[in-house]
Each structure stands twice: as structure tokens, then as C-alpha cells.
């Protein structure tokens, strides 16, 4: 796992070209931290883990 600290506007990218996913630090407020992600929807799924698990059968980890 990559560990990154980014503060609020600060962006990462994953990716390249159709398949570059960006994630902005939007902002961290009680323990949250809001993030906004730009993907090419039809290329890059985007999906919380829960949904994810959900789309692909598997029970959701909450522990993670």
C-alpha cells in the first residue's frame, strides 16, 4: 500500500491518458476527509468498497 499526505487542493494522479484517474483533496472536517475524483467514466469504474463488493458478490469488509 502507498501512503501519501496531500493537503486540501492538492491532487493525485493514477494513470495515464483514457485510463488517468485524478483525486483532489477537497477538504477534512470531523474526522472525514472529502476527496473528488475526475475519470473517464466509460473507461476508469469508479465505486466506493462497499459497492464494489456489492457489484462483485462479495460480502462488504467494514473492517478495512
Not at 15 to 42: F, H, L, S, W, Y
Request: hydrophobic share 30%.
Amino acid at each position: 500500500m502507498l501512503i501519501l499526505k496531500r493537503r486540501q487542493g492538492e491532487q493525485i494522479v493514477i494513470g495515464e491518458g483514457d485510463t488517468q484517474a485524478i483525486i483532489t483533496v477537497i477538504g477534512n472536517e470531523c474526522g472525514q476527509t472529502r476527496i473528488g475524483i475526475e475519470a473517464n467514466k466509460d473507461r476508469v469504474p469508479v465505486h466506493r468498497k462497499e459497492i464494489y463488493d456489492r457489484i462483485n458478490g462479495r460480502r462488504p469488509n467494514f473492517n478495512r
